[in-house]
């Protein structure tokens, strides 16, 4: 059995320390039960910081495009996602063809399906970004 399967999620080093400096609440969780890997070992098909998601909704009529990024880079009209909304915690460590799931502030629960990843830093060989 793979670590994948045992954990839902997967995190470089490099975002795993980011993100826990962020010392935001959303993503405790997903800090404390990930696989952390280093950058290289990253799979191609997991979601990491400033991966570009092809995102599929039930009931929308075609996919949309996302950018998951930091809270300042955030522009949410633009399609930049801030990983510590719940949208973006629901995205990060999650593979192509998972469901992301989150509860908005409203309290309606949420599910997209992770349907392909554009583009993901490390694939390209960018293990600093």
Excluded at 24 to 45: F, R
Excluded at 60 to 67: I, M, Q, S, V
Excluded at 91 to 107: F, M, Q, S, Y
């Amino acid at each position: 059995m793979s670590s994948m399967n045992r954990r839902e999620r997967m995190l470089t080093e490099l975002d795993h320390v980011r993100l826990s400096k962020l010392g935001h609440q959303t993503l405790a969780d997903v800090l404390d039960e990930a696989e952390v890997v280093s950058p290289p070992s990253i799979p191609a098909d997991v979601v990491t910081m400033y991966s570009q998601v092809l995102i599929a909704e039930t009931g929308a009529p075609e996919p949309r495009k996302y950018t998951l990024c930091y809270p300042n880079d955030a522009e949410p009209q633009r399609g930049f996602i801030s990983v510590c909304s719940p949208f973006g915690a629901s995205l990060i460590g999650r593979r192509v063809g998972h469901d992301a799931v989150w509860t908005t502030p409203h309290g309606d629960e949420r599910a997209v399906t992770i349907q392909a990843l554009l583009f993901q830093p490390e694939a390209s060989g960018d293990y600093t970004t």
